[in-house]
């Protein structure tokens, strides 16, 4: 191990997970998604990237239907989705004062 690597405390933030650090994260969710996906194009896809590369874990596939359901009150507003799966993701800004709410501190 060199010197300049961080090693994790008991009580470190490090220890963190992400699931932790997204707890703390506030939202004020709209009524109406800004994330639609095409079901159609979306189950036609073998790679479905969009399971894997949102940090919220906004897409979670649905097993019974093979479609993909959205938890669109998490989204970060990072736009990797619109950049990765535009085929079958369309992806807007919420509305003006809905969405995630980011501060200082
Ligand atoms: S914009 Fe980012 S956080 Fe929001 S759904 Fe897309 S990948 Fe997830």
């Not at 707890?23 to 036609?44: C, G, M, N, R, T």
């Not at 596939?61 to 990765?84: D, I, Q, R």
Request: one cysteine or more; charged letters at 30%; hydrophobic letters at 30%.
């Amino acid at each position: 191990m060199s010197d300049d690597q961080v090693v994790p405390t008991e009580n470190s933030p490090l220890k963190e997970t992400i699931e932790d650090k997204l707890f703390l994260v506030k939202y004020k969710p709209d009524k109406d998604s800004h994330i639609e996906v095409d079901q159609e194009k979306f189950k036609a896809d073998t790679l479905k990237a969009v399971l894997f590369i949102c940090p919220a874990k906004v897409y979670e596939l649905n097993e019974e239907t093979g479609e993909c359901m959205v938890a669109f009150e998490n989204c970060l507003e990072c736009g990797t989705c619109y950049v990765s799966c535009p085929e079958y993701v369309v992806w807007k800004y919420p509305r003006g004062g809905f969405g995630v709410q980011y501060r200082f501190g």
